[in-house]
């Protein structure tokens, strides 16, 4: 009999929606209702997050999207990751004095993705109009939401700062000059206008439903939101993380050259899931190097809190994180060596490092006999994000209250989604970047710029190295998995560097421990900052491991003998996992869906 849950695995047949908001799993729940397929409720959903969520994901930020089209029996990566600014080059950098790109500001802005993910997603799959999916963001915007507590906690850690340096995002966020009271309703009417004549430069050309998510696009990239975009990166200086100010790098012309691609992802076969992640320009390969690496283990009979457990996840998830820093970069630009990293016999090599104590080496491989080149920023560990996205989950509780450092600044974080429909489509995606907190608010719009470009490193050496066109090494990290050839689960986390190792165990746990969703989802977690951040200013934290206060004690104990530097963390205090999955029953299809408690506002719903 299953064990307590802190929530029902969701279970139905027509359509399940989890997402990291109530508001947004409802919101996509009615699309589905409304006789739209799981494309159409992901956008309407994702808009969504973009309003209630704004300290998580803007309408600037990034929205990588995987699918599963139930029609055409395939998988395809939405890369909803902008490159960077044809100005933004290395000697640029060098020349301002710096070593790292800056975690805030505008200095750090690629082209924003996130619109152009989802119109595209909407174009190629959807059914339904834009204007209708849009609408409740727009209503959210216009007629307020009920502000969670982590909005509110999020600006009071960086209100001097909006007060003091960026007055556009104070007149936002500091409505009278005050902090807003979270459970009261909170608006942003100017991003409700920003989309709205949005929808009405798409509208007016009247034609069919594609003509008019084109024009959409247009009217995004090629016309008033990317020359307000333009404006503001040009007339302004802005303080940003490295204590100086600085205009930006972004144009006009750097968002009309640019549109979404649609790629084939990349798949391993894992004892009969074929698990489905994103290319070597995101870190969606080291869940599947951590597979080849564990499928080398017999983790059926071990026990999912304990110090064996723990351990042999944590040892592979260092060796993979450090090919992660050593080899992945934008194909487009760097060759990344992935059927070597994901074949047999590297993998067979590579597992014989694992030993009984925890490594405090960063040990990246030579697939193909090359030699790994790996930087490390400064070892200092901190929790100022806008600068970063380490889990909200963390900030609540177990690694103390939210660091604001000298300049304000405060830990950003994302979102995601999972849906899936009745004729089996599938949608997981991530979207972050253009959080409140990271940059100011471009008047004309409502919302600020994102700040992804600081994952690439200025040193022309690196394969996540900074170059003009290139896309930043993204920690952003949706899931699907396949089982038996057929579509079954969509699942992922926010959470920075620790998405793969929550997600991974998600899976794991359901794979090995036969959890249903919901209890693989609520059981405790962990996870190492061994690897160097993806974050300015790029710390690593060598051989630490983060324990969610209610793994047992013993194991803590088990688990420190074995050297590893063990930290622990409120009870729950981890990744905010969601998943849906489709299962083939003698009696029929069933979906299913769990939501992660931690954060308390993730939610799964069906019927």
């Not at 994702?46 to 999207?65: D, M, S």
């Not at 989604?417 to 991530?430: K, P, R, Y």
């Not at 689960?489 to 249903?516: E, K």
Request: glycine share 12%; with cysteine; charged share 20%.
């Amino acid at each position: 009999m299953p064990g307590f849950t802190t929530r029902p695995e969701i279970r139905g047949t027509f359509g399940v929606v989890a997402t990291t908001h109530w508001l947004a799993s409802a919101v996509g729940m009615s699309v589905l209702e409304r006789g739209g397929n799981a494309f159409d409720a992901a956008v309407a959903a994702g808009f969504t997050l973009q309003v209630v969520e704004p300290h998580l994901n803007g309408p600037l930020g990034e929205a990588p999207i995987l699918v599963w089209d139930q029609k055409k029996r395939e998988t395809r990566m939405i890369c909803g990751q902008g490159v960077a600014p044809a100005a933004a080059t290395i000697a640029h950098f060098k020349g301002l004095g710096l070593d790292l790109i800056p975690g805030t500001g505008l200095l750090a802005a690629a082209v924003p993705g996130a619109f152009d993910g989802w119109a595209r997603l909407l174009l190629d799959y959807g059914t339904m109009p834009l204007a209708e999916l849009i609408a409740p963001a727009i209503g959210y915007a216009e007629n307020g939401y009920p502000l969670v507590a982590r909005i509110r906690e999020t600006i009071s850690t960086v209100a001097e700062l909006f007060r003091r340096e960026w007055p556009t995002s104070a007149a936002t966020y500091l409505p009278g000059g005050n902090l807003p009271v979270a459970g009261r309703l909170f608006r942003n009417p100017v991003l409700a206008a920003t989309y709205r004549r949005m929808l009405a430069e798409s509208e007016a050309g009247g034609g069919n439903r594609e003509a008019r998510i084109e024009r959409a696009r247009d009217a995004w990239y090629r016309g008033f939101s990317a020359e307000a975009v333009d404006k503001f990166c040009r007339s302004q200086k802005v303080l940003d993380a490295s204590g100086r100010r600085h205009s930006g790098l972004l144009t006009a012309d750097d968002m009309a050259r640019w549109q979404a691609p649609v790629e084939v992802p990349l798949t391993y076969d894992y004892r009969g899931y074929i698990v489905v992640k994103g290319g070597p320009w995101s870190q969606g390969p080291v869940l599947l190097q951590q597979l080849a690496l564990l499928k080398g283990f017999d983790l059926d009979g071990l026990d999912p809190t304990g110090p064996e457990f723990i351990h042999i996840v944590t040892e592979c998830a260092k060796l993979a994180y450090a090919d992660r820093e050593a080899w992945y970069g934008d194909p487009n630009f760097v060759d990344v060596p992935m059927a070597t990293l994901l074949s047999p016999a590297y993998n067979d090599a590579r597992r014989k490092l694992i030993g009984d104590r925890a490594s405090f080496e960063l040990r990246p491989g030579s697939p193909d006999g090359r030699f790994p080149y790996v930087l490390v920023g400064g070892m200092e560990v901190t929790a100022m994000a806008g600068v970063g996205e380490p889990t909200v989950g963390e900030l609540a509780g177990g690694i103390g209250e939210p660091t604001t450092s000298e300049l304000g600044v405060v830990a950003g974080d994302t979102c995601h989604l999972d849906i899936i429909d009745q004729w089996g489509n599938m949608v997981s995606a991530t979207p972050s970047g253009g959080w409140l907190q990271s940059s100011p608010v471009i008047p004309e719009l409502g919302f600020c710029l994102g700040t992804r470009m600081q994952i690439a490193w200025l040193d022309e050496e690196s394969p996540s190295s900074l170059a003009p066109g290139k896309r930043p090494r993204s920690t952003l990290s949706p899931c699907l998995a396949l089982k038996d050839g057929e579509p079954y689960m969509a699942f992922g986390t926010p959470g920075g560097d620790g998405q793969d190792q929550w997600s991974l165990q998600l899976f794991l746990h359901h794979v090995h421990h036969g959890m249903n969703l919901q209890e693989a989802i609520d059981c405790p977690e962990f996870n190492t900052g061994h690897a160097p951040s993806s974050f300015y200013p790029r710390a690593a934290d060598p051989g630490s491991l983060t324990l969610e206060g209610r793994v047992p004690q013993v194991t803590a104990r088990a688990l420190v003998e074995r050297g590893h530097r063990v930290k622990m963390g409120e009870t729950w205090s981890g990744g905010r996992l969601t998943a849906c999955a489709r299962e083939q029953t003698e009696d029929g299809v069933i979906l299913k869906a769990g939501a992660n408690p931690r954060g308390m506002q993730t939610y799964a719903v069906g019927r």
